[in-house]
Structures are given as structure tokens and as C-alpha cells.
């Protein structure tokens, strides 16, 4: 429990630092809290870098310079022993917004001059009081959708700004019961062993498999592009059978990191996923390619099942491996 609670709070020190920062002093606020030996793992076209400053200069800098005013807007904040490495290591997790005013430009963004949220995830490995690895996960179409871009067809599911718990009790800074985070864990390992099990020639109805470990009123938060359904049939029609249709061929990758701590929990993997597309998905259509879904999953459990997911999927560097460049054509037609 105290190397949870250490954890966290070296990533609230850096949190405070990093949000603090002018553009021009964030690499050195990077560098003060984070190893050199750093790996930061970031959504295309950042993708993955080994130096705190570089991250700063690469990613913060021209993101703060362009989102003025910018501040954090947490909305889960949990640690836990990562399963991935037999509960060795620890992690911390959270989840929210950057939210600013987007009065510059920012990867071929236009500035709006009004309010700006980019949705983002994240994990933190710490050692020794430093943090060793980051995996920031970010909404860029949605942010895309907000500076009135459409990088997408016309998805499934609702393009919403995306609210934090229902129960509004996601941030865990204080120490959990750890029979609670056991029971999220089971309850995330139980809902993923049944995703394993399928495949295309499964004869049980896809609501009666998502019954078993899901509320019936379930909300799946999913990333611009596929955007968020309610309630299990509603998951199946919107999101799950299109996926599962169209991406019969799918290899898992395993993840990098598992951990669950109270009531919340997640994963993620560089990349979870590769999948082949034979079928038609997001309005786009089949190409036969391989490619990689890089993913953070977030849940709330709510007593033996799981009430709500937050997804964030790579869907630029997953459409780009299927061949279409989506900030390059929206630079474009900008």
C-alpha cells in the first residue's frame, strides 16, 4: 500500500510541474522528475521517445503554445501492482482532459479561439521516486471534430465530450482497499478471456457473451471516429458486432501493463492488437492489410460486473498502416 501511495504521489509532483510550465521550460520540467533511461510511448505522429526533453520540446511545447491557458481536468487517478510482470512493478493511471483555449495551431489544427478539450490517458511506471515509463494516450480526432474537422465518415456510435465516472469517485488519492482493486482486476480478466474465446464461427449471441460480465446498462466511451453507445444491445449494434464483422483476423499482442486499484482499472499495449481488415469499418472500406491498434482501456466496475470503459485506440497510426494518412489530408483540405 505505501508504494502505491509513494507512486502516486511522485506523479502528482509531476503533474504539477508539468502543468505549471511554460512552453519554454518543459523539457526541464520533464527531466526533473522523469529517469534517464525514460521510454514515453505517445499516439502518431509522436509515437515513441527515450529522452524527457525530447518528449517536452516534441510533444508540450508546441501543444502548450498552441492550447493557451491550458489545465488539467482529472478524472481517474488510481495505481496498482502491474500484472503483466507477476505484480512486481507499479504503475499509476489517470485519465481526463487538457482543456485551453485553442488560439494556435497545433498539427495542421485550425485556431478555433474557443474552448478546447483533448482527451487523454495515460500510465506511469515509477522506480526509486522517478518515473521510467509513460504511456500517453490522446484523442487527436476529437480534437480534430472540435476545430471543425471531419476526420472521419459519419460514425456508429455518439462524438461526445466524455465525462469522467458516474459515480464521480475516480480519483483514488487516498489508500484503497485492496480486495476491491482484486475484485476490478477479476472482473477486466473475466470480460477479456471472453473476448479471446470468439471467433467468427461462435454460435452464442454476442449480447448473451457481453452479459456475463457487463451492466445492462453499460457505457462504452470509445474514441472519435466510433464514438460512445449505451447499454448492451446498443454496444453490440454500435460497436462490437461492426468490429468483430470486420476484423474476423486478429492477432493479441498482450498488453504492457494490467492494473486495477478500488473500483477502476485498465491496460495498455504497444500495440494490443494487430487485426486485418476484411470488412468494412468507420465508413471506411476493406483493405486486406495488417495493422496495429494501440490501446489504453479504463473501467469502472460496479459490484461483479463492469458499469463503464473509457477507449483510447491509435486510429491515425492504425488508418495509416491501411494507407490513408488522416493529418496529411487534413492539412490538405484545411
Known amino acids: 500500500m505505501d508504494d502505491l501511495q509513494r507512486a502516486k504521489s511522485v506523479v502528482r509532483a509531476y503533474y504539477s510541474t508539468l502543468d505549471k510550465a511554460a512552453p519554454g521550460d518543459v523539457a526541464n520540467a520533464m527531466t526533473a522528475h522523469c529517469s534517464a533511461e525514460f521510454i514515453w510511448r505517445g499516439f502518431h505522429p509522436f509515437n515513441e521517445m527515450h529522452d524527457p526533453a525530447e518528449v517536452g520540446e516534441t510533444f508540450w511545447a508546441p501543444f502548450k503554445s498552441a492550447l493557451a491557458n491550458c489545465h488539467r481536468r482529472l478524472d481517474l487517478f488510481f495505481a496498482g501492482r502491474n ?5 512486481k512493478s507499479v504503475w499509476v493511471g489517470s485519465m481526463g482532459h487538457l482543456m485551453g483555449l485553442l488560439d494556435g495551431e497545433w498539427l495542421g489544427l485550425r485556431p478555433t479561439r474557443r474552448i478546447a478539450m483533448l482527451r487523454y490517458a495515460a500510465f506511469h511506471k515509477v522506480e526509486d521516486g522517478r518515473i521510467t515509463e509513460e504511456a500517453k494516450f490522446f484523442d487527436i480526432p476529437h480534437l480534430m471534430m472540435q476545430a471543425g474537422m471531419n476526420p472521419f465518415p459519419p460514425q456508429t456510435g455518439a462524438h461526445l465530450v466524455q465525462p469522467g465516472p458516474a459515480t464521480h469517485g475516480g480519483l483514488l488519492f487516498d489508500p484503497q482497499d485492496a480486495s476491491e482493486g482484486e475484485a476490478t482486476l477479476a ?13 467468427g464461427g461462435k454460435s452464442e449471441p454476442l449480447v448473451e457473451e457481453l452479459r456475463r460480465t457487463w451492466h445492462e ?18 454496444y453490440a449494434e454500435q460497436h462490437s458486432g461492426p468490429f468483430r464483422a470486420a476484423f474476423r483476423e486478429r492477432t493479441f499482442n498482450g498488453h504492457l501493463c494490467k492494473i486495477a486499484e478500488g473500483h477502476f482499472g485498465g491496460f495498455f499495449g504497444w500495440p494490443n492488437l494487430t487485426l486485418t481488415s476484411h470488412g468494412g469499418f468507420m465508413g471506411m472500406p476493406a483493405t486486406g492489410k495488417a495493422g496495429d491498434m494501440r490501446v489504453i482501456d479504463m473501467y469502472r466496475r460496479e459490484g461483479d460486473k463492469l458499469a463503464e470503459n473509457w477507449i483510447f485506440i491509435d486510429l491515425l497510426h492504425f488508418w ?3 494507407g490513408l494518412d488522416v493529418l496529411e489530408r487534413m492539412k490538405a483540405v484545411g
Open 83 to 87: 500484472e503483466i510482470d507477476d505484480f
Open 187 to 199: 472482473a477486466i480478466n473475466r470480460m477479456t478471456r471472453d473476448i479471446s474465446k470468439w471467433s
Open 217 to 234: 446498462d453499460m457505457i462504452w466511451w470509445g474514441p472519435a471516429g466510433i464514438g460512445a453507445t449505451y447499454t448492451i444491445p446498443r
Open 320 to 322: 495509416k498502416q491501411q
